[in-house]
């Protein structure tokens, strides 16, 4: 079950008052988010692709074709690739891929695939699973969109993933479980789980765990799907002395070509919510981090996508945020 990271749900933040105290002076409001000082210099991300809102083939839905109000007003789920990136268009019931240029390259429709596609996943090259919680069916596809296979059972579930072992992991709130199914689609394990553990793959197909307390996150992998048990990696403390500033959010992203894996802490200060690190780690398939960058971001205020952070194939961490009409998606390079 994905830690989702929090700073979306205390990024109401107050605006800085022009009467400011000492401590306030050290706050700064960038793209409506309160940082603390030492975040001031912080990478922004740099524009991947840059698409327009709407209902035409080269656009994605937004808000405004939304008028079902299926979604959460955006895309509900991306995945990048080699030079573009694959976008699931909800509203407008498509799977999209669209070059590095912003051309748009394929377009399989979805609309034969229940009321709202929630999440997608690869199904090694050949096609792609499909989650659709609104009518409990997870539906297999090939890359032209035909239907291949279709599993039931998964009303309300969250997202779906794949790994290097190409086997189905569905996160099922109902049951707080992550589901893992073999590739002939037989159910195999069953995590019970909270939300600190991930559906991304480690050693073995073993899945992440990112645990976190007020001043410490642990990785570990879950050796063990039940009973639960698990191999620890690497501890990440957090270096800030203020016992008011806590770690809030933790996220395993996911993992590049070379096998390194990715993940994000978040730390907060307790009464101001003013953000002290939103920080993305690079680490090695043994979980020892080797390059980290601290982030400056935009607010979303859709929370309960699948996802918000993927990883690309090179190696950087991409978001989204929506600016006007534009649907955009950044890059942060480690």
Request: aromatic share 10%; net charge negative.
């Amino acid at each position: 079950m994905i830690k989702r990271v929090l700073f979306v749900v205390i990024a109401i933040l107050m605006v800085v008052s022009p009467l400011m105290s000492a401590e306030d002076a050290e706050i700064k409001l960038i793209n409506s988010l309160n940082y603390h000082k030492g975040m001031f210099e912080a990478a922004r991300g740099d524009v991947y692709l840059r698409i327009p809102l709407g209902s035409d083939s080269a656009a994605v839905g937004g808000d405004e074709q939304d008028v079902e109000r299926y979604t959460a007003g955006v895309p509900y789920a991306f995945r990048p690739v080699e030079n573009g990136v694959w976008i699931l268009d909800s509203v407008n019931k498509a799977l999209k891929l669209f070059g590095s240029d912003g051309k748009l390259q394929k377009n399989i429709s979805l609309a034969e695939y229940g009321p709202v596609v929630r999440d997608f996943a690869f199904d090694g090259d050949k096609g792609f699973w499909l989650l659709s919680p609104t009518d409990g069916f997870i539906y297999r596809i090939d890359m032209a969109g035909k239907l291949i296979s279709q599993i039931e059972g998964f009303s309300d579930a969250r997202a779906i993933e794949t790994g290097p072992m190409e086997e189905l992991l569905v996160d099922l709130p109902t049951m707080g479980a992550v589901l893992r199914f073999n590739k002939e689609e037989i159910l195999k394990e069953e995590y019970p789980c909270d939300e600190s553990l991930s559906m991304i793959e480690g050693v073995g197909g073993k899945l992440m765990v990112l645990e976190i307390s007020d001043k410490n996150a642990e990785l570990l992998l879950r050796s063990t799907a039940s009973p639960a048990e698990t191999i620890p990696l690497y501890k990440f403390p957090l270096d800030i002395e203020d016992p008011a500033v806590k770690y809030v959010g933790s996220q395993v992203i996911g993992q590049d070509k070379e096998g390194n894996f990715y993940l994000s802490l978040v730390a907060c200060h307790e009464e101001s919510g003013a953000i002290y690190r939103d920080r993305i780690y690079r680490c090695t398939a043994a979980g020892r981090p080797t390059a980290h960058k601290d982030i400056i971001v935009f607010p979303s205020a859709s929370f309960d996508l699948p996802r918000d952070r993927v990883v690309t194939p090179d190696g950087r961490v991409m978001t989204f945020h929506v600016e006007g009409n534009d649907y955009i998606l950044s890059v942060y390079g480690l």
